[in-house]
């Protein structure tokens, strides 16, 4: 399978999402009195909504009030790749299975949505079989059937007519990409695509080409989502998808505003994820962080829906004057420096090793932010909520040196590599990320100890596929090292780890293994975890792929991101969710009245 497409766009969700507006800013501290005037109860403290819920209670009614500074890509399920979107989305999309309504890893499981059960699975991992619920409706009352099901699947094959989205449905379903989508489909009911088959209203069965551990975690992204055909605008989808959710988009100004009203069509017995807590949902977009994030300090909204964090500024108020109002989580990204192998002097090990002895983590994990605002010092790269996941393998000593650069062995490593005296490189970092061009500052200062002369080269970030994402690029510019970061489209290693590190997703164009690793057993250890449907025994392969790729030396990690999310007082049933990189679950929050 290929992912071009695919890459390219969580690399931009991912740098949208989560960078976004990490920006200073001012904020004013809110009052007592504009707490109890909005009906706010006590904040519960600080962390409390981390791998626990914060205020639980199951009591309905009020609006729920979220702000952000960006608005999603698309709010249409087959289209939207910002991971905010995917949260927001299920008030109004269901997927045959979903992720486990609870706290931190607990919410990676998969649990039954709009199916009866987990698939049935035969023929050796390549047929699942599906049965939906009884008196499952859209908004309209009219019952969601497996068709339903699968012109929405099909949707995502229409790159054409709704470009953007994951795209892991139609590689996995339809490698040599031999169907063309709903809109080119001559078929007399539009429902070609062969690989799904809809005996029934139903019943929908997926039969893969090849075996794939992961196909139900692709099946619970909203690009998964059904559609009705007959409620089906193409590109303007977005602008108002028909709901099966508990609630309906009553108006949507992109880029301003949004409101969601109560789906009366949506039947509770049907949805075992959704709390459906709050009677009315409204989204308001502004452009200025500062102005953001003083309106949720004074509590005029209850949470960022980019889930970006609080900015600088107005984290030190938050910390000293309502610590109690803020969860200080991960969020599943990592943030590192990568060495592409065809840059000298690069393609040896040995100074590739000596660059990774000599950084200093301390200092880089300062430049993002600190411990609370930039995140935990990285010793591998493979972060919590991937299974396989070991934040105690140490292969370079990291953590045993308390985050210090490692000059004698730094030294060691240029005299093995044949460069004793150091070498020169640059580093290619993007020019809209001040807290990356942080990090390359604190690389090149540490590098400057070992005699490594690295220069900073500052690109433009709105051409990053073109620039970094091209190999040739990369080496007629020299770049020896570039820092970057990402995030699981679903959360396990071939979620995370494969377009970085499998040398069979090398791509000419929106590239993202950087180092462009080539290891025939790294390749086949993905083979076998994806072929594996024991996800545990999968997570086993997971960890000696990671095993492998930190002996190969190619990847500096700098920290495991973390963020400081405000949360009001108002807010009911406010937790983070590992499946949904350490945002809260937006379809349990509610708000007290």
């Excluded at 062969?194 to 992204?221: C, R, S, V």
């Excluded at 949720?296 to 829906?305: A, E, P, R, T």
Aim: aromatic share 8%.
């Amino acid at each position: 399978m290929t992912t071009h497409r695919t890459s390219k766009r969580r690399l931009a969700a991912g740098t949208a999402v989560v960078l976004a507006a990490l920006l200073t800013t001012t904020a004013c501290g809110g009052n007592g009195k504009d707490d109890k005037e909005d009906g706010a109860g006590k904040a519960p403290g600080f962390n409390a909504g981390i791998n626990k819920v914060a205020n639980a209670s199951d009591k309905k009614g009020g609006t729920l009030k979220f702000v952000g500074t960006q608005d999603a890509d698309s709010w249409d399920p087959q289209r939207g790749y910002y991971g905010f979107m995917w949260d927001f989305a299920r008030y109004y999309t269901r997927q045959l299975v979903s992720f486990k309504p609870e706290a931190g890893q607990a919410s990676t499981e998969l649990v039954p949505d709009l199916a009866t059960a987990n698939a049935e699975i035969s023929d050796g991992g390549k047929t699942y079989k599906y049965t939906l619920k009884d008196g499952v409706t859209w908004e309209d009352g009219s019952p969601v059937t497996s068709q339903d099901i699968k012109y929405g699947i099909e949707r995502t094959w229409a790159q054409d007519v709704i470009s953007g989205g994951p795209v892991y449905l139609s590689q996995v379903l339809d490698p040599k990409t031999e169907y063309k989508g709903p809109y080119k489909d001559t078929t007399p009911d539009k429902l070609g695509l062969k690989a799904i088959e809809t005996p029934d209203a139903k019943t929908i069965i997926f039969k893969l080409p090849k075996p794939n551990g992961d196909f139900e975690q692709m099946l619970a992204m909203p690009a998964a989502s059904p559609v009705k055909k007959e409620k089906d605008t193409a590109a303007k989808y977005g602008l108002k998808p028909f709901s099966n959710g508990p609630y309906k988009i009553d108006s949507y100004a992109p880029n301003k505003s949004m409101t969601l009203s109560r789906n009366t069509n949506w039947k509770p017995a049907t949805d075992t994820i959704r709390k459906a807590l709050p009677d009315k949902i409204t989204v308001t977009f502004m452009a200025n962080a500062d102005d953001m994030d003083k309106r949720l300090l004074k509590g005029d909204f209850d949470v960022d829906i980019n889930a970006t964090g609080i900015g600088q500024a107005a984290r030190t108020t938050a910390l000293r004057e309502h610590k109690g109002n803020l969860d200080n989580g991960q969020t599943g990204f990592i943030r590192y420096a990568v060495f592409p192998q065809t840059v000298k002097p690069f393609d040896n090990i040995e100074c590739r090793k000596a660059v990774i002895y000599a950084a200093d983590k301390k200092s880089l994990q300062t430049a993002r932010g600190g411990p609370q605002a930039g995140g935990d010092v990285a010793p591998n790269m493979l972060p919590a909520g991937i299974k396989g996941a070991d934040p105690t393998y140490d292969p370079y000593e990291v953590l045993k040196n308390d985050s210090k650069p490692d000059l004698t062995k730094a030294k060691a490593a240029l005299k093995a590599c044949g460069q004793p005296n150091g070498f020169k490189t640059t580093i290619a970092v993007r020019n809209n990320k001040p807290v990356e061009v942080a990090t390359a500052v604190s690389l090149q200062n540490a590098l400057k100890q070992v005699g490594i002369d690295a220069q900073v080269d500052q690109f433009d970030g709105a051409q990053t596929s073109g620039i970094i994402g091209s190999p040739k690029v990369v080496k007629d510019k020299g770049y020896g090292i570039i820092i970057m970061g990402w995030g699981a489209d679903f959360p396990t290693g071939q979620g995370f780890s494969q377009p970085l590190v499998d040398g069979r997703f090398i791509l000419q164009s929106g590239n993202n293994n950087f180092s462009e690793l080539n290891d025939p057993a790294v390749n086949k250890l993905f083979d076998d975890a994806i072929a594996e449907t024991d996800p545990a025994k999968a997570g086993e392969i997971y960890k000696q792929m990671n095993q492998k790729v930190s002996e190969a030396a190619v990847y500096l990690p700098f920290v495991y991101d973390k963020t400081i999310t405000w949360r009001s007082s108002r807010l009911t049933n406010a937790y983070t969710a590992d499946a949904y990189n350490g945002r809260y679950d937006y379809a349990s929050l509610g708000v007290v009245k």
